[in-house]
C-alpha cells in the first residue's frame, strides 16, 4: 500500500467519524428540542448558532415583529440554551420579588476568567455578593458621597460653560450624545476613583487641549472601557468554544482579554497610589474608592463587629471599583440624551419644568444648589422617569432560577434561564394607559402636586433599573445626576435639536449617537 492510500483511507476514516459525531450530535439536539417540556412560541434554532441567526443580538427584534405569536411569555436559544422570555407584568412579579430563587445572573465565563466576579455586577455566590453589594451601597447611598457628588457635577459643567462662553450668544452645534458620555465618564472617574478623565474638556476644545501624558493616557483607558462595553453582546451571544477556538472569533476574544488586562492594570494603580496616600496621612474622602480602602484593611465596621469578617481583599477592591465605573458612566450618559430628545419634543413638559426650577431654585442661574434644594424636585423626577419608562437603558435583564419554579403557569427546573424584557413591561398598553405618550404626570401623586397612584401591574413593570435582588446599586447616583443636570441646562439655556428623530442602536445597553443640538442661552440667563 502506498503512503498516498494509507493517508487517504486515514482520512475517510476520519471524515467518517466526524460525520457520524456530528449527526449524533445534531439527532440529540433535534431529540432534546422537540421533547422540551412546556414548548413555547419561538424561532427553531440550529445547532451550535441556537436562533442567533434569526433573532440576532437583539431579542426584541423577533419579538417586536412576532408580538401575536410569542404572547407574554416566549423562547430562543443560544447555541443548545433554552432562554425563556418574560413580558408581561403578570409573570415577573414572582422573578422580580427580591428572594434568592432568581438571584443569579447568567455566568460571563470570559469576564469570571478575568476576575472580575470578585466584584458584585458578574458575581453570582450569595454570600460574597451580600457583603460587597452592602459595602457598595453604603457607600454609593451616604448623604456624604451624594452631596460630593451634586456639587462635582457643579463643577465639571462650570468648567464646561466657561468653555463655551465665547461662543455660546450665537449658540453652539455639537453632538450631545457624545459630550454627555464624556461627562458621564468624567463624573464617574471622579466620583469612584478621585481621578479627572479630562473627556469633556477634550470634546469641547476639540481635541485641541494641550495633550499631556496624563491626558492621553486617559484617553486610552476612556477607549478602553468603550470596547469592553462593546465585546458585552460577543460574550454573550457566543457559545465559549467559538470565542476560544473559530479563527477569526479567538483573535477578537484575545484582543478583548488584553484590553480586560490593561483596564486592570491602570485600576490597579490608582488604588496603590491611593493607598499609599492614606498610609502616608492623607485625610479619607466621600467617594468610592476611600469606602472600599477602609474595608479593606481592618477598620471596616462590619469587620470590626464580627470576628467573622474579614477585610475585602485586593482583588475585591478592584473588581469593585471597576463595577462601578462600568456599570454607571454609559448606563447614566444614555439615559440623559434620551432623557433630553423627550423634554425637546415636548414643550408642555419643558414649560412644566422651568416652573419649578424657578419656583426651587429662584432666579439666579449661576447659584450653586444643594443635594437638599434636589429632592424638592417631583415634577423633574417624574419626567426622568417616564423618560426611562419609554426607552429602557437596559431592555432586558437575565436570570437564572434556584430549586423548581413556577411561571406563567409553567413548572420550570431549577437552573432555567429567564430573561425579563422590560422594555415590553414598561410599554404595555393592557396597563399603561396612552402608553407612547410622553406623560411624566403619571407618575406624580397627590403628596407631589399630582392626581396619579400607580396600579399594582404598573409598579411590577416600572424596572428601568432592574428588579429584583441584583436591582441598580447606583438608582439614587443615577437620579441625582440626571436632577442636577435637568438644573443646570434648563434654567440658564434653550436646547433644539438638529434632527427630527433620535438614532440609537443596542449594545449591551441601548447606545444613542449623533443627537446633534443648537445651545444657547435662556432670554433673562446671564454667565
Ligand atoms: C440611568 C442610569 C442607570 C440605569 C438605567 C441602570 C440600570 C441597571 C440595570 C438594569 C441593572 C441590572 C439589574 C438586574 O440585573 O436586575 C443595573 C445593575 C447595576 N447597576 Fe445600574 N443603572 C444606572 C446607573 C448606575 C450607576 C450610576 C451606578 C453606580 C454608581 C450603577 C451601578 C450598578 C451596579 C453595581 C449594578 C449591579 C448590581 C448587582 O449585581 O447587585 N448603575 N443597573
Known sequence: MSLLSVLSSCLTDWTSLILVLLIIYISNFYYNYFMRPNPLPGPIPIPILGTIHIIGMNPLTWYNKNKKKAGTIWEFYIGSQRNIVINHAKHAEKLCKPTKSFFKRFPFPMFERMGLNHGIFFNNDYNLWHRRRRLVIRALMATKF???????????????????????????????????????????????????????????????????????????????????????????????????????????????????????????????????????????????LDHLLIAHTLKDPDSKNNDNVAPITAKEVTALTWDILLAGTDSTGNAFSFLLYYIAKNPNVLAKIHKEIDEIFGPDSNIEFTLEKLDNCHYIEATIKESLRLI????????????????????????????????????????????????????????????????????????????????????????????SLVVLFYRKYNIELKNENIKYHYSALNQVYDLKIRIRLRDGSSL
Not at 477578537?252 to 492614606?278: G, P
Not at 405618550?437 to 409598579?459: A, I, M, V, Y
Request: with cysteine; charged share 25%; proline share 3%.
Open 146 to 288: 451624594l452631596r460630593g457628588l451634586v456639587l462635582c457635577i457643579q463643577n465639571q459643567f462650570k468648567a464646561s460653560e466657561e468653555r463655551w462662553k465665547s461662543k455660546i450668544k450665537d449658540g453652539i452645534e455639537f453632538d450631545f450624545s457624545e459630550w454627555m458620555r464624556y461627562f458621564a465618564t468624567d463624573i464617574q472617574t471622579i466620583q469612584t476613583t478621585k481621578q479627572h478623565s479630562y473627556c469633556v474638556a477634550l470634546f469641547d476644545t476639540n481635541k485641541k487641549l494641550v495633550q499631556s501624558e496624563e491626558i492621553k493616557k486617559s484617553l486610552e483607558f476612556t477607549n478602553a472601557t468603550k470596547k469592553f462595553f462593546h465585546s458585552f453582546g460577543f460574550f454573550i451571544y457566543i457559545p465559549p468554544f467559538i470565542w476560544d477556538y473559530v479563527p477569526g472569533f479567538n483573535l477578537y476574544s484575545k484582543s478583548c482579554e488584553r484590553n480586560i488586562n490593561y483596564l486592570n492594570d491602570v485600576v490597579n494603580n490608582i488604588i496603590n497610589k491611593r493607598k499609599k496616600e492614606l498610609e502616608e496621612g492623607a485625610e479619607l474622602d466621600s467617594d468610592l
Open 392 to 483: 429602557l437603558l437596559g431592555p432586558y435583564t437575565a436570570k437564572i432560577s434556584d430549586g423548581i419554579q413556577n411561571i406563567a403557569g409553567y413548572n420550570w427546573p431549577s437552573g432555567t434561564r429567564f430573561w425579563i424584557d422590560h422594555q415590553t413591561l414598561c410599554n404595555n398598553p393592557d396597563y399603561w394607559e396612552d402608553n407612547e405618550t410622553f406623560n411624566p404626570d403619571r407618575f406624580l401623586n397627590k403628596n407631589h402636586g399630582g392626581s396619579s397612584e400607580l396600579s399594582n401591574f404598573q409598579k411590577i413593570s416600572f424596572t428601568p433599573f432592574g428588579c429584583g435582588l441584583r436591582s441598580c446599586a447606583g438608582k439614587l447616583v443615577a437620579m441625582n445626576v440626571m436632577k
